[in-house]
Nanobody, 118 residues
């Protein structure tokens, strides 16, 4: 599976950004899709995931501010990020796999940078 991410950029605190990711390749490899992020000097951490059946998972740090969605007609996923804070600054990576639990063992896209200024 190949993943291509779009979006990202620089935004002021309190603002919004939308990330998109499109996949090509195996259908089984895109049952679960979502995002990890890595802030400067920090470990990579999960952000949000969604399956073809609509099941979702969010990190506590983003729940209520971020919304993940997908069109089940396409192997693609969007992440709407609202009320962004400086601590959301990171490189965001699109991922896909067969389950949410094992998505980090699947395919990874190139990162897209999000910078939130205070």
């Amino acid at each position: 599976v190949q993943l291509q991410a779009f979006g990202g950029g620089v935004v002021q605190a309190g603002g919004s950004l939308r990330l998109s990711c499109a996949a090509s390749g195996s259908d089984d490899g895109t049952v679960a899709m979502g995002w990890y992020r890595q802030a400067p000097g920090q470990q990579r951490e999960p952000v949000a995931f969604i399956t073809t059946s609509g099941a979702t998972w969010y990190a506590d740090s983003v729940r209520g501010r971020f919304g993940i969605s997908r069109d089940n007609g396409k192997p693609a996923v969007d992440l709407q990020m609202n009320s962004l804070q400086p601590e959301d600054t990171a490189v965001y990576f699109c991922v896909s796999g067969s389950t949410i639990a094992t998505v980090n063992q699947g395919s990874w896209g190139h990162g897209t940078e999000v910078t939130v200024s205070s």
